[in-house]
């Protein structure tokens, strides 16, 4: 019985120093567990070396029966209200008080806050309306006070320029009438469309340029023959056809091009 014990236990131990050891005998790093770094502190130490809200309250959940519990504890009230008394103090440099209330819907300062918060946003809404020149601006306070003071009259506001601004694009006939709209009114409704007007104008005009320059050649090409054979009253004939449609094409390539 023991010496199969052995021959098992041999067996067991040749299998791991096996998987130690590399092809080329070298030994391989042995995995070891993470250890876990040990306090030796004593509580006075401890004690000592609070500092913040998060020592104190991890002293007392270390030492819940420790010497300076109470001490702890009044600390962490002293600096609570020190905390609170510092956001307090920011919110009213940069008059924005909405973190103080999210963070201290009881606080001390909390009505104070929320009187004032109702103040600035007042101000910054009654400014906002003020700064509205165009349709964009409008759309933009609408969006951002959707139930605002001035919300009824911004909505007749940007009806008015909105109607206006479509009598405008309803006398866009040119591509100089599209490229005055969207100089002058760059915030237009119709913006895509007047971009989609011009690029279709010069696409044409460019057909059109294409056709005169096809009908150019033609005439040179009649023009040589006649010169060639002036008895042949044919070809006189289609030149001046020819120069008739040139000037026509070209109108037109003005026209589509202006």
């Not at 009187?115 to 906002?128: L, T």
């Not at 060639?228 to 040139?246: E, K, Q, R, T």
Request: net charge positive.
């Amino acid at each position: 019985m023991n010496q199969e014990f052995m021959v098992q236990r041999f067996s067991k131990n040749k299998t791991t120093l096996r998987s130690l050891v590399s092809l080329d005998g070298i030994i391989k790093e042995v995995p070891t567990k993470p250890t876990r770094s040990i306090d030796m502190r004593t509580s006075e130490e401890v004690w000592n070396d609070c500092h913040t809200i998060q020592d104190f309250e991890n002293y007392i959940k270390r030492y819940p029966k420790g010497n300076h519990v109470q001490a702890a504890k009044s600390r962490i009230e002293i600096l609570k209200i020190i905390e609170e008394d510092r956001l307090w103090e920011t919110s009213k440099k940069s008059e924005d008080y909405y973190e103080y209330i999210s963070k201290y819907p009881n606080g001390r300062y909390t009505e104070e806050a929320v009187k004032a918060q109702r103040i600035v946003d007042r101000k910054r809404e009654d400014a906002a309306f003020s700064d509205c020149k165009n349709i964009s601006d409008y759309e933009r306070y609408i969006a951002n006070y959707p139930h605002g003071r001035h919300i009824e009259a911004a909505k007749e506001k940007l009806a008015e320029l909105i109607s206006e601004d479509d009598k405008i694009w309803a006398s866009c006939k040119t591509k100089a009438d599209c490229n005055n709209y969207l100089t002058k009114h760059a915030d237009g409704k119709h913006i895509d469309d007047a971009k989609a007007k011009i690029a279709s104008a010069e696409k044409v005009a460019k057909i059109w340029w294409s056709v005169i320059c096809v009908e150019v050649v033609t005439i040179l090409i009649l023009l040589a023959k006649i010169f060639s054979s002036p008895s042949d009253f044919s070809g006189i004939s289609s030149a001046i056809i020819l120069v008739a449609f040139v000037v026509i094409t070209f109108y037109l390539a003005i026209k589509y091009y202006k």
